[in-house]
C-alpha cells in the first residue's frame, strides 16, 4: 500500500509562487508515473501534470509554462513549482501515483491518491 501526503499549500497574492510536495510512504515510487490534479467546489477534478519515471512529463494547456512538476527519487518525493500564479489556480491539490499510466491527464489511470493541500491565490 501507498500513502501520499501533500503539504506546501496556502495562501498567496497572484503573481506569486507556491512549491507543492508530495511525500510517499509504503513503497518506492521511482518506477511509478505521478501527477497533480486539483479541483475547485462543485467541479469535476482538473489535470495539471504527470512525470514519468524515464523522465518525460505533459501539463495541461492553462498552466504550461508557469508550472514544473519534479521528483527526487531518494526522497521518494514529487514536487510541483508553481510561478506566476493566477486566481484561477487556486483549488485544492492532489497528487497521484500509478504503474500504467498512459495518458496522464486521466484520473482514473492512478491507483493512489494523497488528501489534497489547499491553495488560496488572491488577487
Known amino acids: 500500500q501507498v500513502q501520499l501526503v501533500e503539504s506546501g499549500g496556502g495562501l498567496v497574492q497572484a503573481g506569486g509562487s507556491l512549491r507543492l510536495s508530495c511525500a510517499a510512504s509504503g513503497r518506492a515510487l521511482s518506477s511509478y508515473a505521478m501527477g497533480w490534479f486539483r479541483q475547485a467546489p462543485g467541479k469535476e477534478r482538473e489535470f495539471v501534470a504527470t512525470r514519468w519515471s524515464g523522465g518525460s512529463t505533459v501539463y495541461a494547456e492553462s498552466v504550461k509554462g508557469r508550472f514544473t512538476i519534479s521528483r527526487d527519487n531518494a526522497k521518494n518525493t514529487i514536487y510541483l513549482q508553481m510561478n506566476s500564479l493566477k486566481p484561477e489556480d487556486t483549488p485544492v491539490y492532489y497528487c497521484?501515483?500509478?504503474?500504467?499510466?498512459?495518458?496522464?491527464?486521466?484520473?482514473?489511470?492512478?491507483?493512489?491518491w494523497g488528501q489534497g493541500t489547499q491553495v488560496t491565490v488572491s488577487s
Open positions: 497521484a501515483a500509478g504503474r500504467t499510466v498512459l495518458r496522464g491527464s486521466r484520473d482514473n489511470e492512478y491507483e493512489y
